[in-house]
């Protein structure tokens, strides 16, 4: 999954990740996006984790950015 191969790469606790999973699973869902190896995925994962590293940890506000951010 894209957005473990990032996470791994940055400290964040058990239930941040959680969170950052859930945010991403969401997203996806969102945007009716189902191979893992379609390049828009690991777009949507890039985009969750820089804005985790910037300190969101909101699901729901997470898929958000990410939507608005692909949907542009």
């Known amino acids: 999954m894209p957005i473990h191969s990032l996470l791994e790469k940055h400290s964040f606790a058990p239930e ?3 969170k ?5 699973e969401n997203t996806l869902a969102e945007l009716g996006l189902t191979r893992r190896e379609d390049p ?3 777009l949507v ?12 940890r909101d699901p729901q506000r997470l898929r958000d950015l990410a939507v608005n951010a692909l949907s542009k």
């Open 16 to 18: 941040e990740v959680a």
């Open 20 to 24: 950052l999973v859930l945010a991403f």
């Open 40 to 42: 828009a995925t690991l």
């Open 45 to 56: 994962a890039k985009t969750i984790f820089e804005a985790a590293k910037e300190g969101e």
